[in-house]
């Protein structure tokens, strides 16, 4: 009796009343691209996220473009993403800012390593909480090579990146 | 131009660590340009988690209510299609009793893991009601116990040696899931859930195939999953041993008449057994010291295997797996995932918590195998023990509480008034 007190104590003592969250820490993604297809969803719950602050907007975003793009436009042959999830739209000389369309985005991370690579690193990965169902056991978690994902408060349930990505 | 030549510098300039703090500075817009917020969807609310466990604890109690006040069948089936809605389809079966079980096994053995409460209140307030009260909580709260009662159509009765053999695997995964979670190796519970998938609508190819496969089974022997693997059902019944309210047929006096004989798709229904003459008793007795006494040899050997499991087992955890990837790869094998790239880079951290995680696999082995000879060992023992029983009565640990035979009970269909008085068959002489 006394072994199932001490049992109920210890579980007493590492309950949380605060509920959790699957997120992906930004600083661990390794841009693998599993996300796009190990998540339960038929569409990821997985979607790129677009931290404007500390974009470039640049014209040639590498985020955006294919290696060797035949001009910088919109169309099809020279965008990396494979499903068009990026608008691109002209702000003013020089500069174009890139949205994403997570109606269209599947969570490929192809923009997110063109962006981290060669740019400021201002696109990544976040699970979207309007599509998560909150897995008890997150099944991309499993397969995730850069052991990305955490648990975070419901409160805050967002890791959105604020500084650039530098190497 | 300008922004081209920041880009050619900034290829030449990669891997250099003495990079400016951004490579492509954000600029000054002139047009009043407003740089936009990334959105932020709101993850479900936390005074939800609040309604599901209110909606367990609501649903428990009018179980409770309609297993032993109303005694309605129809009640308990217009319940469990409400369980089914509820914490199948709209919660899309994740936050479950059977799952929790996983959740309690981590935190028990992992001081960072901070359970969730819903999981604690998941994992006993159904427990709590079987101690007491027997297994309300797969009548008609579960929502996987209530789709497989959905789809029973024609139940066959399954042999004996079947049921029995069949009946220890529950035991067996229940011990393999609480073990892979304690060592924080993954949920198999979970990964293997047969039903979940059909809650979402969408699953991996093989669980989709696992669960159609349970559901078609399930229209002809009763509640599959239940019976044959579910693991929060092992620990269910396991508690009703102790329970002081038990279901029964009729609350009035039995008659014998064995109407409700048939009456159990589930094969929990126990037909009376006359007490034993004094001679087979002293050949049970002699069995039973045999028995009792062999327990420990089970056990122990069921040990011996289970810890020459133990390495293989291991292999379950992604940080043992990374690890044994990491030094095949240090003689030629594989370099390219990026997760074996991961471990290149730091080593040390991913090596000495992988062969610590073995070290508990070797323990966890032991135990493991221990526990199913224990398992084994109880089985044959239950087996050879006969009790006394003078009525027709569900066994409590393997009765659903699905109130299916209360109606072919001919006492309680006079006491509901469903059948004239004089037709009872003790008043018939």
Known sequence: MTGVGALLGKLAGAVSP???????DPAKCLRCGKCADHCVLEQSAVKCVHAYAICGYCDLCTGYFGPEPTELNTAAENQYCPTAAIQRRFVEDPYYQYAIDETLCIGCAKCVDGCNRYGNGSLFLQVRHDRCVNCNECSIARVCPGDAFVRVPVEQPYLIKTTPTTS | MRRFLNILLGFLLLGSTALAEQRFPPPDFE?????????????RAEFLQYLDMAALLAALGVSLWLVYRSRSRRGIAALSLCSLAYFGFYRKGCVCAIGSVQNVALAMFDSHYALPLTALVFFLAPLVVALF???????????????????????????????????????????AGVIFAATGSGFIICRYDPMVPFFRFNGSSLMLGVGAAFLLVGMFVGRPYCRFLCPYGALLRMATAASQWRVRVTPDTCTQCALCQHSCPFGALREPVPAAKSESLRGARKRLTVLLLLLPVWIGLGALGGSKLATAASMVNPTVKLAERYVRSLSGGEKEPLEIQRAEKNPEPVVASALDIRKRFELCGWL???WAGLVLGAKFIALSTRRKRSDFEPDPGACYACARCFETCPSERIRRGL???ELEPTNKE
């Open chain 2, 419 to 421: 059948m004239p008085v």
């Open chain 2, 133 to 175: 009260a027997g297994r309300a909580f797969c009548a008609a709260v579960c929502p996987q116990g209530a789709i497989q009662d959905l789809v029973l159509l024609k139940p066959i009765k399954v042999p004996a040696w079947l049921e029995h053999a069949l009946g220890l695997i529950p035991s067996l995964f229940l011990g």
């Open chain 2, 368 to 370: 493991f195998g221990g």
């Open chain 1, 18 to 24: 605060k509920a959790t969250v699957w997120q992906i």
């Open chain 2, 31 to 43: 047009s009043g340009y407003k740089i936009p917020a990334p959105t932020t969807p709101f993850a």
